[in-house]
């Protein structure tokens, strides 16, 4: 089948972020009096919003997840991140491979808030291949695993969904593809911050790459 846009999830994806951002969730709960692991964090936490987990927050650490520790957690993620974010190897080459392949119908599909993927992306060298065609969950009815995300940016490219080719690393993130209607691939390479093959094969990834630089070659490059 050909192709007619590519939709990329950013973190995980495009970029080295759920190891840093994770890293400061774990301390912050951490010190709010639930101990727990930062393995046992990203099981739970994984393509994930934090205040779509605040039931189970409050359940552990006997608060409610206030706006003021939102806003200190989005603080102490930020500064990490602007220290220590990296691309994903081979992100930056097939982004742009695609980008000329489709002439510029790609678009980022994220479940994060708008802030933190536009720093992202500003910050490893995206921003000129996804300026003006970024969408947040946040801003949608509903974040991933609903669809909303990934509809709203197949309408901006004027692409129906099923001739959209989705790039996920979660099974949030593979559940709202497929939801959507698209054709979704898997990401999963070695090492933690992205979900098993078997489990985003589960979701209904219809292929899963372990390198990103093998994505052209899917489009005919």
Known sequence: MTFEAVLFDCDGVLVDSEPITNGVLCQMLNEAGWTLSAQECMRIFLGKTVRSEAARIQAHTGRPLTDEWMATFYERRNAKLKAQLKPIAGAVA?????HGLLQGRIACASGADRFKVEMQLAQVGLMQYFEGRIFSGHEMPATKPAPDVYLAAAAALNVPPARCLVIEDTVTGVTAGVAAGATVIGYSPAGPGHSSAVALRGAGAVEVLTQL???????GD
């Open 213 to 219: 630089a093998d994505l052209p070659a899917l489009l």
């Open 94 to 98: 097939a982004v742009q491979a695609v």
